[in-house]
């Protein structure tokens, strides 16, 4: 299985502030990366998928990067509705594995 | 546009079987294009994928979860189920539906979720 790690666990930012998080994938997950945003008590959302390309109606201070193992989520200007847990997951190969999440609050 | 709804006992005993649906509406789970599968998050904890099925019979496990899961899809009621044997109260977490387009490789549509708790 392909073992998908997350850091920071936990961020807490201003907002204005340049957020970034990272995920490492223990192998290659090519382009096949996506991130979520879940807010408590819902379902989670897409923000990101194939690596970098932004869901219809995120807004685009949100940006993905990375290739093979390594990607990162960055929030060019963290704004008050972007508190969740974001969570990374790799679509490479069955069975399909999700990172353990970052929990970005706001001071 | 497709929306998800789970449906199930909110409550199983220990040693039982957890069977949960999901229901489609204003899309087909006969598409080809799509996977259809099955998450859960256990209480203050991460997303555990479950696993998928599509249409054309393939279906994909949680290897740690294998021994005990099926899902099946009933296109004549455009549903598709969980099957988990032998739950223990490790198993109690709130229970996601969802679509995965096998070209973007992302959930993107979710049910709301429906809670299980194991409990005697």
């Known amino acids: 299985d392909i073992q998908m790690t997350q850091s920071p666990s936990i961020v807490s930012a201003s907002v204005g502030d340049r957020v970034t998080i990272t995920c490492r994938a223990s192998?290659?997950?090519?382009?096949?990366l996506t991130w979520y945003q879940q807010k408590p008590g819902k379902a989670p959302n897409v923000v990101i998928y194939?690596?970098?390309t932004l869901e219809s109606g995120v807004p685009s201070r949100f940006s993905g990067s990375g290739s093979g193992t390594e990607f990162t989520l960055t929030i060019s200007s963290l704004q008050p509705d972007d508190f969740g847990t974001y969570y990374c997951q790799q679509y490479r190969s069955f069975p399909l594995t999700f990172g353990g999440g970052t929990n970005v609050e706001i001071k | 546009q497709l929306q998800l709804q789970e449906s199930g006992p909110g409550l199983v005993k220990p040693s039982e079987t957890l069977s949960l649906t999901c229901t489609a509406s204003?899309?087909?789970?006969?598409?080809?294009?799509?996977?259809w599968g099955w998450i859960r998050q256990s209480p203050g904890k991460g997303l555990e994928w479950i696993g998928n099925t599509h249409n054309s019979g393939s279906t994909y496990y949680n290897s740690s979860l294998k021994s005990r899961v099926s899902i099946s899809l009933d296109t004549s009621k455009n549903q598709f189920s969980l099957t988990l044997r032998s739950v223990t109260a490790a198993d109690t977490s709130v229970y996601f539906c969802?679509?995965?387009?096998?070209?973007?490789?992302?959930?993107?549509?979710w049910g709301q979720g429906t809670v299980v708790i194991v409990s005697s």
């Open positions: 204003g899309g087909s789970v006969s598409s080809s294009t799509y996977y």
């Open positions: 194939k690596v970098s």
């Open positions: 192998e290659s997950v090519d382009s096949w």
């Open positions: 969802a679509r995965l387009p096998s070209s973007r490789g992302a959930f993107d549509v």
